[in-house]
């Protein structure tokens, strides 16, 4: 008899606004304070990089739990991780790693764990593979005079509810690329 696919796992996050320069993601009840100013990294990670820190803790995750399984001594590990950007439109085209194990069990062992920790990541494996990305807006309450401290104030926007493609988004809101307004 044919075993019943899994229900897939929803993991959520709220990232909110703090003002012009960073924003909050929290989940769970722990929070992340991101940089949104564009091309100035004074306030925290980028999307870009919190993309690749996220593929650096997905690697990290299963060394450490793969690496209990199988009985390994561990002293340390270390993910490092870039990715090149194009503009036209805004996207990374190469993700590289490389991840560093500190650690005497013999080498052999190293590359079975590392050969492991990449075929069972999440975050691994979507970036490999692609995802399929969906959006919608609303519009939210007003809460005082203004919006985000130092915003010109904003008007309109689309339909609530709408959805854009990012090709879309660029032509229907006059957003041009390497604009700093919002």
């Known amino acids: 008899m044919a075993s019943k696919p899994a229900s897939p796992i929803t993991y959520q996050v709220s990232v909110e606004s703090r003002d012009r320069l960073r924003a909050q993601a929290s989940s769970h009840g722990h929070s992340l304070t991101l940089g949104v100013r564009r ?7 980028n999307a870009a990089e919190t993309l690749l820190a996220a593929l650096g803790t997905c690697l990290i995750t299963n060394l450490i739990a ?11 590990l270390e993910v490092q991780v870039e990715g090149d950007r194009l503009d036209d439109p805004p996207r990374l ?20 764990l590392y050969s492991l920790a990449v075929r ?7 970036l490999a593979s ?4 969906s959006g919608e807006w609303q519009r939210g ?17 689309g339909t609530p509810g709408s ?9 229907k809101l006059g957003i041009e690329i390497g604009d700093s307004r919002w």
């Open 93 to 112: 085209v190469e993700v590289r790693y490389r991840v560093i194990i500190h650690s005497r069990e013999p080498a052999e062992k190293l590359e079975r």
């Open 120 to 126: 069972w990541g999440t975050v691994t494996n979507t």
């Open 141 to 157: 309450p007003i809460v005082g005079e203004g919006n985000l401290p130092g915003a010109p104030p904003q008007s309109g926007g």
């Open 66 to 76: 793969l690496g209990a399984k199988m009985r390994l001594a561990i002293e340390g």
């Open 163 to 171: 959805t854009l493609d990012s090709a879309d988004q660029h032509d």
């Open 130 to 133: 692609g995802v399929q990305i």
């Open 39 to 45: 091309g100035d990294p004074a306030y925290g990670f």
